[in-house]
């Protein structure tokens, strides 16, 4: 059977920690914390003589002695003693879930030349050569056949002072109503593909329709980008797209919710380089 150990980390060494073998009662009065582990008892044997465990910021090198040699050691997730781990998984089943979802608004004209969106969570870049987005609809959608006969379409993605208009074009159908009247967004056409985008949103993706897959109950619509316009008024210093003044949200589809960012938290491509060897 595992045999569950416990050890306690020295606030003022985070690099080397020791096995104590002292009861639990003792160990509770400890005012440094306790980690739990478990250690993988051999089959054979009188089981493990000795263990050292070498910590350094992030991972956990664990060598274990025993009569047969070097014995590997599994962590467990990292418990305070007494406590439920937060790292302990629940199963909610297959869901469509997904953090985060973007809320992309679609732009399509439907055989008539008349402009509609929709809001489509299930999308995103699927390739960057050539640059793609792909997004993914029901067959019931009004976009569906607005798609397959222009094959053509944009994306324009919202900003938050927008989240009642983009959530508006997830509710209503342009079977039954005109979403740009209804809400006072301004309908552009666009100059390289036979759609229109949102004039108010502040960046827009022109794209064309490269290839449809049959998933299931949804079809993914696979769209080169042949251009992204964004408005000036949020772009950086550097001329780049500024996430702070474009102010996009996401979707939540368990709790059907619309959140939006936060702060920088790290450089892309440079906060994980400490874990190179």
């Known amino acids: 059977m595992p045999l569950s150990v416990c050890i306690r980390v020295p606030d003022n060494d985070k690099n080397i920690v020791a096995i104590r073998g002292a009861p639990p009662h003792v160990r509770r009065k400890n005012r440094e914390r306790t980690v739990r582990y478990r250690l993988i008892r051999p089959q054979s044997g009188n089981g493990i003589k000795a263990c050292t465990l070498v910590r350094d910021r992030y991972r956990i090198i664990r060598l274990c002695r025993s009569r047969l040699g070097l014995l590997h050691v599994r962590k ?49 870049i699927c390739c960057s050569r050539p640059p793609a987005v792909a997004v993914s609809l029901q067959k019931s959608r009004y ?12 994306i324009s993605i919202p900003s938050a002072d927008y989240v009642r208009e983009a959530d508006f074009f997830g509710i209503a ?24 985008y949102v004039e108010e949103f502040p960046v827009v993706l022109e794209c064309r ?30 001329g780049k797209p ?12 368990m709790r059907m919710e619309y959140y939006g960012f936060g702060e920088v938290l790290a450089k892309a491509f440079s906060a994980g380089r400490e874990f190179r060897r």
């Open 143 to 154: 976009t569906y056949a607005n798609l397959m006969e222009q094959r053509a379409f944009t």
């Open 242 to 253: 500024d996430v702070a003044k474009i102010r996009p949200f996401a979707y939540d589809s």
């Open 76 to 124: 467990k997730p990292l418990t305070l003693w007494g406590e439920k781990s937060r790292f302990m998984k629940r199963s909610v089943g297959p869901q469509t879930l997904l953090y985060p979802h973007p809320d992309l608004i679609v732009g399509t004209y439907d055989r008539d030349g008349r402009p509609n969106v929709m809001a489509a969570a299930w999308g995103g």
């Open 209 to 238: 329709l490269l290839r449809t897959v049959e998933i299931g109950v949804h079809t993914q619509f696979i769209g080169e980008i042949l251009d992204v316009k964004v408005n000036e008024s949020v772009l950086g210093e550097d």
């Open 173 to 196: 159908s342009g079977k039954d109503v005109d979403k740009f009247a209804a809400t006072g967004l301004t309908p552009v056409k666009s100059k390289l593909v036979n759609a229109p």
